[in-house]
Structures are given as C-alpha cells and as structure tokens.
C-alpha cells in the first residue's frame, strides 16, 4: 500500500500547483520538499482552514470515508470505494464522485498513486479506493457520523480468553493461520446477519440499547452495576457478552462502528445533505435598482460630508486607537444619521483610505490625499471605490459601539474593530443573493436564509448569524442591495469578482472551491456571458437622468423633482439645507444656509444669478428678498489677522506712519484715527519705530486677537490603503493570478527537485526511503541526523504513529541535554506525543517543542 | 417609470407637482390617506403619517388602495420599505374593536388574539378592562372607552370603535335654507362626518364651518352641547343658528361666565368648563345636565387638555370637531384623533377660493428699519424684553397710517398683542378699540357698527382672533402677534376672508421690525400660510410711500 507522501509525490508539479493554490496557508513560506509538504498537509491547523472551506455535502463524504476506513468486514483492508460511499451517505454517484474530487483537489482524502486521476475535471472512477488523509481524524473528531471505535479496537481490549469465549458465543468461524482472532471475530460481527441472528434470541430491551445508540452518540452509561437487576441491565450486559457493545470507560458502553453501520443498514448517514435552495421574496428590478442607486447616492454622499467635516476639523485618535464615540455622535448629528450608519461611513471611508490617522501629535483622523482624488471622480466611480473597499476590507463596522471581552467599548476606526474572515463573509453573501431570484426578478433573502444557505457551504466556519445580519444591513446602506435584493450594480461587482479570480483582498484566509457545489442552486451568474460590466457603469445605468431645474416657491422651498444634477446639487448644498431625500430632493432656504453660501465669497447677484438659471418657475420674491436682505447684512463686521498693532491717544503721532514708504515692510494699515494694525511682529514693530524716532512702549497680550484661518489637514495615505484607479483592480486581476500561479508552479517544482534530490541522497546513505517499508539502520550515534523541521518531525511521527513504526526521537530534557529514545508513536495530539519506548517497556508523553528531531528507526 | 406627478420620497413625504394634467386626479387619490404638509405655488408636499394612514382605514380605505395610488401616479419608483410601512401600519388599525355586547355591555373583541395578548400584558391598559369573556373578548368598564381608546393609540393598535352612540334626547332642528343654501362642501363634509360617526371636519377660516355643525345637528336631531372658545364666538353661534336654523332663542342657551343656562342647544364656553375651584372642576355637570346626543368642538385646534379629559367620558355621544388644521403647537393630534375622533372631511384653502367662496388674499410684510437709537436699545435689551421692545417700535405707527391711508374705502383691521401699542394707535388712527377689557356688549355693539360699515376702522386685541365674524373686512393689519403662533396667524387671515360682495380681493399686512426677533417670529408665523399657498411679499417701509 502507498502513503499519503507518496500520492502527493505522483500529484506532479500541476496538481501540487493545484493543491497550494487550494490550500494557499501550504505555500507560505514555500515547504522545502515534499515531505515537509505532507507534514504540513497533515497539520491540524491547516487540515481545519481546508474543513473551513467545503461544503456540507463534501463534509458529509469526509466523514463518511473516516468512519468506512478500515472497517472489518469490508472487502478492502483500507480505502473506500466511491459506490460504497455513495450508499453510504444516500447521495447519487456522480454527486459523491464530485465531493471525492472536490477533497482530493484539497488533499483532504487522497488515492493510489497508481489510480486514474485527471486533476479536478472529470469524476474519480468508481473503481477508485480514497483514502482519509492523515490529519482529518484528529480534525474531525473520534465519531464520524456519530460511529463509535471500530470492532478490532474494541475487541483487542478483551483478554484471549474473552475472547475464545466470545468466539463460540456468537458462533464465529475458528480464524485459519491468515488472520488473528480479533480479525476474524470482527469480521463475523460486522456482518449484518450475524446481528439479526444473535439479536433473534436477545433478551427484551437490547434492541431498543442498539438502537438508541445506532445513529449516535455512540456512547451509553452503563447501568449502575450492582443493584439495578431491571432489564435494562441484563440486556447491556447481554449485549456486552455478545460482542455488540464494547465497554468504554467503567460508566459507559459504546456500540461498535460495525454493529452501528449494520443497524443503519450500511449508511453513515440518515440522508443525502442537499443544499439549500431559498426562493426569497422576489421585487421588480426597477425598483430594486432605484433603491440601490438612491441609497448608493446618499453613501457617497454621506462619506465625502465626512472628508468635507474632517478635512476641516480632524477629530483626535482616542489613546488606545479609534474614534471616540462622542466624536462619532457628532459626526452622526451633523450627517443627520444614527451612529451605527456614521460608524459604517467612517469605517468605510477609513476602508477606502480616505481618512486615515494624520500621525501627528497629538494624533487625528484627517482626509487622506487620496480622498482628493476620489473627490474629483464621478458618483458611480465614487461609489465603486467605496464598494470595493468595503468588499475586501476585514473592519467590521457592526462591531462599533458593542462590548469586547473586557468591558471595553469597541470603537469606530479602532485597528482592533477586525474580523478577518469579513471580506470573504461579505462575498458569499453577495454570491447567495445574486442567486436567489432571478437577474430581471431579483429576490431578496432574510438574514436566516442567507444563513442557513453559508452553513450548507461551510458547515465547519459559519459565520455567526448576527455578522449575516450586519452584512446585509450594510449592503443595504451602500446602495448594492436595494429593497434587500441584488442590483444591477451589485451583480456587476459580484460577477466582477467572480470572473476576476480569486483575488483575496483580505490576504491568507483560504477561499478557492473549485468547481460548483453539488446539488445547490447557487452555480453563481457564471451563465452571464456578456461583456463586463464595470459596477460603475452599471451604477450609472441605474441613476435616474438628473434634473437640471428646481422650482422655487414663496415658504422658501425648492424642489428638485428627480435627481438633481451636480451643477444643481452643488447650488442647493450651498445655498439651502435639505429637508428630505429620495427620487426628489427638497431644500429649505433660511438666512443661515444663505449666509454660509455668501461666506464663501459669493455675492448676492451671483446667488441670484445662480438660482435663477435654475428655476424653471423664476425666483419668487419672497426668496430674492432674503438673499438681498442677508447679503445686505453680510461682512458689515470685519475680521482681519495682523501680528502687532500701535495705538495712540493722539492721532497726529500716527499720522505719516502708513504713507512711509520706509515702514512698508512693517505691512501698516490704518484702521482708525488712533489706531494702526501692522503685519509685521512686535518685535520688528518697536525697532523700525525706534529707529525713526518715536519712543514706542508693546503692551502686553491682552487684547490681542489673533485669527488663524482653518487650515484644511491632509496626511499621505498609508501604504497599501492607496486607492487603486477604479476598475483597475478588476482589470489587474487576470494578471495577478497569472502570477500568482507562475509562483506557485515554481514552488511546486522546487518541491520536485528538492524531493528528488533529497531521496538520491537518502538513497546513497542505504537508508530506507522516507515511506519507511523496511527497517532502518539506526542514525549515526549522536550527531542528531534526524529532521529538526518541526512540521516535518510531527509529520514523520503522525506517519509513524499511523503505522505502527518506531523513530528515533531527539529529546531535549529540561536541562538543556539532548537524549536519543527509540520509540513508536502512539498519537500526536494538542501538542504532546505519546509513544511507547518498546525497549524499556515504558509509555512516555513529549511534549512537542521538547522534540529537537525525529529520524526514521 | 411612468410621467406621473408624485415624487415618493423615502421619508415618507409626497411631493405633488401642481402643474402637472394629473395633479388634480392625483390631489383627490391620496387626500384620503396624507396629510397635506404645505401647499405653495408648484409643489405641494403631502407625508404618510400613521393617523393619516389609521384616518383613512376608518373611512373605509385599504392598504391595497393606497399602494395602488402611490404606484400609479408616482414618477419613480416607489421605496419599497415604505409600501411594506404603509400595508404594515393599516394593518394595526382595526385589529381590535370596541362593540356592543348585548349581555355585557362594551366589550374589546380581538380578530387578531395576540395583539389582545400583547395589550393586555401592557401595563398601560390596568384599569381600564374588566374580566375576560373568552379568548377574544375583555369587558371594558364603560366609562373607560376613551381613556382605552387613548391607550390603545399610544400603543400602535388603534381601535375601531363599533360600539355606537346613545340616541340622546331628540329635538327637532331643520335648516332653514331660505335665501342660502348650504355649499357642496358643506354638505359633503356633514354626509362624511355623519357616516363616519365621530370625527373632525377641517375647513379654512371664512369657509363657513358653523354652517357643517348646524348641518350635522340638522342631521342628529337630537339635543345638541356646542363648545367654544369665548364668549363673543359663543354668541355668534346663538345668532347663526337662529338665522340659518329652525331654533329659536329659548331652545339655545349660554353657558358662560355671564349666563349658565341649559337648553336643548347649549354653547359653553371652553374657559368655563375648565374654571376650577379648589380643584374640582364646577362646571362638569352641564356635561351630564341633558342626554346630549352630539356635541360639537369649535376650533378643535385649541381644545384645552382639561376638555380632553372630559371628553373621554363622552364616548358613547356623537362628537364633531370643527377646525382650521389639525396643526397643534402642542403636537396632540393623536388624542384629537383617538378622543374626538379621525379626519373625517377637508379642504384645502386654494381649492374653496378657486370656487369662490373664500376671497382671495395677497399678503404682504412690511419690513420696518429702526432708527439707530431704537437698534442701540434693542441691542442692549435683556432677551425677554426684546420682542416687545421690537413688535411695538414707534415707527410702526406711521407705517399703519400709510397702509390705512392705501385703502380709503374698505373695512380695515388693526390687529396687535400690547395694548399701548395698540391704545396709541386708536389714537393716531382715531378708531375704536377692542381689548379683552371691553365689555361684551361694547364689543358686540362695535362689531355691529363695523358689519354695517358705520365704523370702517377698528383697532382689536387677541380676543378678535378667533370666530368674530366680520364679513366686510377687507384689510388688515398685524402690528405684533403672540411670538411664533402659527395658527394665530392662520386665524387672522381668516377674518378677512370671507367672500366680498364684489370680489375684491382681501389684504394682509404684517409689519415687522427689520433685524430683530419680530422678523425671526413673523417667518415662522408665515410658515404655515406660506405653506398654504399664501405666500407673502415683502416690501420695505421705505417704499411704501413711494408705492
């Protein structure tokens, strides 16, 4: 029989290629060979990340290969055949036959070297016998499918005598010289008539034991022994004399997996698993994509109100990272929305690097440069910016204003506020929903449906239901859902992500299935063979043509009855207030609104001049009104900066002072009889006045008003947040993969290489090869030849303990010396090795990082 | 995307472009269930508001109506959140209902058992319900029905009260359409109200809202309690009903400060009902005195909350509201709706001045500029002060004689808030003057003179706001009001309002005080009129000569 390291091997350099682009945690950094390789796919950690990423029915074939592996009775000693599996798990063949691949794709079961095998297209043959890959028992636990130990480990419990006893008990054949008599007996007991028979002459009660255990959990409490004489004790002990029951632990009984698969009639499970398929209520797409736009617009919106805020005046970095949440409600008042949207909005614009910390001390959140360039784009490329980035960022908004584990409050912008697997989370959703309805019906699913459909496809890493709910809720608020269901827009950025390979924004977290789930509904929009739509573009599609006119009426209002265009938007956010939002806008003009439009340098006739090219219905006369009547009043007080001032009681020492050509540089400039203001520092001020005679005094601070204008704050964009041009992640996407696969391919034929290389050089040494059939020549004495590659120490052992072979183990005593034991392992677990010294007739448990290195015996 | 002329805002505001060939089609399809926020010249904002909505499940109408409505005429595409909003909210109304129970008396049946559940778990309705029949039934002790009805308001499932009305006492009353007759609008509004059992009736000032309630007792035949604001209102309700009914003097009565007396028609005044002695109410007996069988509300908009109270208790008896808009600065329209009753008819003012049947107003603010030493006095005045100090500026008298001396030949109204103001003017202007000192029969006496056109200059406190009927006043003038009130506004627009006999049309000015708080408290004033498609001019004194 071949090993696990040596399927990997014959996989060749495409299908180890194939296997570190499905399992990217295996290729960095890049395992030295092979075997390295095999430990590393061996890892439970990685063996978990790899569960993480199947789907139910794939899960449901894992633990159905774990719990026929080697069962007694079945006609191959190891190994599972596909028809067999299929039976099993009451899926149809060709289902089972994808789930196989789809495992083998991710080296979660594996197959003889020597079998067909053409790399993920076509099915496994039947023929085929899969094995569970090591590591994938310790993943999975010791009941798979709620299946108790195998016969042969229960029986070999039993004393030889029992176990002659039980022999003619149960009527079992005498074993010839081939098998033992655990084996033989094991076979006679797994056969599923040999069940009915003895179970024909059981007394009451052990069939309703049988079949309380039979699906699962495998394990009873045994009776109390000694006083209870009911039924219920003579059929366990019964069952207990007939081989049915194996004892556990002295309080409990557990049933065999053979006895247990013969009493479910050869199934590990009760039915196929079939993945759900929500319907979802279904709304017309104009609708859905007026929502979604309309929403999309207030987003973008909403986050360049915060750059504008912001950029004016930056809000200071709490100590321990993140935006205060009374920072937060004030940004919420001024956007005019809840704090759980402000909190979107900020992380968000944090997500596209547009704000980011301005590094200065004390610090602040300011715009970023790049929050420049994003101003100057056009709302759908706006839009997709911010999609984008929020689509790939691991912040989780949802968190904001909730609890961490110590009490503390969980603020906005925090670099704590992460969930890294967010990105991928935010992804299948969009997928679930693209699939639910139809592209001209699209439907909308509720957070428990969407949820049941991502535990289907990952049962081992469903995320929690509330992160389902927060998702949709957030899409929502972005504008790529609308009334809850898929826009144009959306499905653009969804296809666009599908088609644009994987491209893990969010970095090491393993999302690559390939090929489609079994039996689900969710083969994606991969249908859609059209020209790719950039979500921009289709954003735009969605926006109502805008309206370029208003009408002004005598309460002071306007109206734009549609989407106003920017030129007009652009008027009414500077003139007026908003009152309401929707398809229409409505605007209140009060003095305050048209004396923040005069503050920034307009004039009452360009105002005027303004709205009237505007107004379809003119400009009513109560509104011309207020404009002149507030402009009238506008800068009749007069802030100016000056560094100094000079002030006398009698006008006549001043005079001559500002009409000196020598004092210019002084910057003098009369404001009063008595007064002069100069740009010039006091400093400067009393010399120059010195020098020309006068005998000039400063007065103290107080008085002086200094006015600074508002700086507007801008910090670079830290590295990696810079916004990449829109649509160009999507276009740069084949070309990443391109590379990522030429990377790969590369690190697989290093592998190659270095394996082949390291087995001409364990070849030269007459050593064993690494697969271990034969007994080795122990290592030279002392020089610790073994490996010290961790990974590949625990891998040697796993294998070791899997078979039954002994190593040499380099252990490091507590001090500091390095002694050489000759043992087999037993069982590699949660870090300890426990394994038996057959030399000194001792069991001993290492701890693995006391393990220096590991050789072949 | 259909051309519609409703644009559906996500706010749940409608916005109605009045131009439009569908507007008018459109106005009479979702009056039922929005209240019309503002009505300017092109766009009229109407909003979704769950007593609107509950409003129209009384009348009759369904979600599925209202659906239909805002997709049909909507331009875009309607929100969707709002359309499961507006199914969700009419869903609540009606999901109990107060009935008759022929052996127990008045009972809550629930058609939906687990908001009964929900209500009785609420800890606002102990008290208020008896024992529990069976499954769907609670008696409710009778003289809770309002405060019930309240209740269940506040907790988001409206009743639908089918429990009925006493008969009352019956008394003949016929209109006596001689000469007149009673306007499409009038009849229509009585049908409504009467069809619907309770409720409120909204017309504007001038539209002849007296007129509904003799129609609606016309109707009930039965003993009739009419409640007013004040005493002079009170006695030009004795004097229309005598004129446009088949009452006479001895089947109405006043109850008043002046006179308590109980007929078969009584109008009392709001102020004396709620007089208290020593905490106790005197005057609740009238309440009881007769088996009323209706009783009207005039001007529903200012129902004191002690009549609130009161009129919990009078839930088995037919109540009709009368008012201008359901507008209250105190924000209780819900218990207008679920004490009173729900809207049950109403015209917005543009529509009865395009019949006709209200004069058309222009309106206009005359911005006053202080002199420097009135600026320096404001400037400096404690905050209290300031707008006394700004509404009742010297130069304010002049303007008025300039306004007065624009209209030679009509019936003007000088209308203010401090009495030397307005004592100085009588004096300028050399008009009476009518303050809340004048003697009702002084006042009477004075408004008499001035219908007939024998005084053609009148200077009046507040106490003209509300129901003097003044036909002929065909200008006024608002020297000061109470600070912001919008409604007090509204009120004293109304008094020039009614038709002229020669369609003139009607003038409103409002003088204001420029950089003060008299111009901040006149724009919110304005508001509301403003929004009622009255919008003003605004001039400056200065021109005022000129022009």
Known sequence: MATFTQHLRARGEDGLAALLAARPDLASPPPASVRSLAARVANRGSVERALATVDAGVLTVLEAVLALDGVAGAPDPSGVPLPRLAHATGGDLDTTARAVDQALGLALLWTEPDAPRTGGRSATPSSTLVHPAPGLEDALGPYPAGLGPRLVATLARRAPQALEGLTADVGAPEPDAAVTTVEALAAHLADPETAQRLLADAPPGARAVLDALAWGPPVG??????????????????????????????????????????????????????????HGRSTPLATVDAESARAAEDAVRLVAATVAAWGAEPPPVLRAGGLGSRELRRLAARLDVTDAVAALVVEVAGSAGLVAEDGEDPPSFAPTTSADDWLRLELPERWEALVEAWLASERAPWLVGTRDERGGLRAALDPETRRPWAPRLRRTVLEVLAAAGTESLPAGLAAEEVHDVLRWRSPRSAPPLHAVEAVLTEAGLLGILGAGATSTAARALVVGHADGGTGHPGGGDGHAVAGAHPGGGDGGPGADPGPARTPAAALAGQLPPPVDEVLLQGDLTGIVPGRPSP??????????????????????????????????????????????????????????????????????????????YLRAEDPALLAGLVEDRSLRALGLVRLAPTVIAAQAPPVALLAALRERGLAPVTEDATGTVVVAAPDVHRVRAPRGQRRAQPGTAARQAPSAEEARDRRLRRVAKDLLRADQAENAVIARGGTQGPDGTGDGDGPDGGTGSGTPDPVLALALLREAAAEGREVWLEIVGPAGTTTRRRVRPLRVDEGRVRAVDAEREAELTVAVHRIAGVAPA | MTDGPLIVQSDKTLLLEIDHEAAAACRRAIAPFAELERAPEHVHTYRLTPLGLWNARAAGHDAEQVVAVLLEYSRYPVPHSLLVDVAETMARYGRLQLLSHPVHGLVLHALDRAVLEEVLRSRRTAGLLGTRLDDDDVVVHPSERGHLKQVLLKLGWPVEDLAGYVDGEAHPIELDETGWSLRPYQRQAVESFWHGGSGVVVLPCGAGKTLVGAGAMAQSQTTTLILVTNTVSARQWRDELLRRTSLTEDEIGEYSGARKEIRPVTIATYQVLTTRRKGVYTHLELLDARDWGLILYDEVHLLPAPIFRMTADLQARRRLGLTATLVREDGREDEVFSLIGPKRFDAPWKDIEAQGYIAPADCVEVRLTLPDGDRLAYATAEPEDKYRLAASAAGKNRVVEQLVARHPDDQVLVIGQYLDQLELLADHLDAPLITGATTVRERERLFAAFRTGEVTRLVVSKVANFSVDLPEAAVAIQVSGSFGSRQEEAQRLGRIMRPKADGRTAHFYAVVSRDTVDQEFAAHRQRFLAEQGYAYRIIDAEDLVAG
């Open chain 1, 567 to 644: 030129a007009l938007a652009d008027v009414l956010e500077r003139m007026a207030h908003v009152e309401s939002r929707g398809a229409g806008l409505t605007v209140r003009f009060t003095e305050a609104s048209i004396r923040s439009a005069l503050d920034l340098g307009r004039t009452a006739e360009d105002l005027l001049a303004e709205l009237s090219r505007h107004a379809r219905t003119g400009v009513p006369q109560p509104l011309e009104y207020l404009v002149l009547d507030v402009a009238r009043r506008h800068g009749r007080v007069r802030i100016g900066v000056a560094s100094s």
């Open chain 1, 221 to 278: 409490r045994s009776p109390a022994a000694g006083n209870d004489q009911g039924p219920g004790r003579a059929a366990v002990e019964w069952l207990l004399r007939h081989g049915l029951l194996a004892v556990g632990d002295p309080q409990h009984v557990v049933l065999p997996r053979e006895v247990a698969l013969a009493l479910r009639a050869g199934r590990t499970h009760r039915e196929p698993p079939l993945a759900p398929s929500p």
